[in-house]
């Protein structure tokens, strides 16, 4: 039988974090994008790897690649996004917070995505319905929840200090630090980690449409019914854009309060 989208997702994002553990520590050729950008020969071996399992299975089906662009036949109106190492940053100083994304658009939807942790060898997978994360050949079905009041914040960004930087503001808050603890990852591991209870939420700034970096993590949070919106609470890939993932309604009202500079509403009313 065909190998399904779901599976192969799974494939393809095992076989790219195979990669990033095997070139960890070593010496890395880099490859400078711009603006302090830049890519590793792991990116790009883990990425090819990747491009191999897609292709074999799916030859017909359009691949965009962070560092290959886009390629492939095109001829199904399916687009495979791969992200083969987010967090290049952190792997190149001997940092072991990465992940591996690869997702299945078809048209507007998210049909199949796994987010593979290279060191925990676990991957997070959706299939667009039920979010799991596979760890030793067993699946355990994710399950968000704001208990460890984690809350990454993604401060990557061209000018962290522009006054249109959204994500920024609740950290300057001191009310945050009463209800959370920031976290600053710099990895979209994190958005997966929402999904499965070990982060209460998510914030970034940003246009994510089609994002190799976002698409994974948003499937797997809306598939395991995580809030997911826009910065400014807007329907996803609208208005100002950006992303608020929070593990249920009143974490994310309250991080829409602390964006907006709004009062908070005490913690479970």
């Not at 890395?28 to 590793?40: C, M, P, Q």
């Not at 036949?73 to 690869?102: E, F, H, I, K, Q």
């Not at 608020?244 to 009313?269: M, S, W, Y």
Request: net charge negative.
């Amino acid at each position: 039988m065909p190998m399904t989208d779901r599976d192969l997702a799974i494939t393809a994002a095992r076989a790219g974090a195979a990669v990033v553990r095997s070139r960890y520590g070593t010496s890395l050729a880099r490859v400078e994008k711009g603006g302090g950008d830049f890519a590793t020969a792991a990116d790009l071996e883990a990425e090819q790897a990747i491009l191999d399992v897609l292709r074999a299975a799916r030859p017909d089906d359009t691949v965009v690649g962070e560092e290959s662009g886009r390629g492939g036949a095109g001829t199904t109106g399916r687009v495979w996004l791969v992200d083969p190492l987010c967090g290049t940053a952190n792997y190149a100083s001997r940092g072991m917070l990465v992940a591996v994304n690869v997702a299945l658009r078809a048209g507007t939807r998210t049909v199949a995505a796994a987010c593979a942790d290279p060191f925990a060898d676990e991957v997070f997978w959706t299939d667009g319905t039920r979010a799991c994360v596979r760890h030793s050949g067993v699946d355990e079905p994710l399950t968000p929840s704001a208990g460890t009041r984690l809350v990454d914040v993604n401060l990557d960004s061209p000018d962290p200090y522009d006054p249109a930087f959204r994500a920024r503001r609740p950290i300057a808050d001191p009310r945050f630090l009463e209800r959370f603890r920031p976290r600053v990852v710099s990895t979209t591991l994190a958005v997966a980690w929402v999904a499965a209870g070990r982060r209460a939420a998510y914030v970034t700034d940003g246009d994510l449409r089609d994002s190799v970096h976002f698409t994974s993590g948003i499937a797997l949070c809306e598939a395991a019914g995580c809030v997911v919106t826009g910065i400014d609470g807007q329907p996803l890939h609208t208005g100002a854009g950006g992303l608020v993932v929070a593990a249920d309604e009143e974490t994310h009202t309250a991080l829409l309060a602390l964006l907006d500079g709004q009062p908070l509403a005490a913690p479970g009313r």
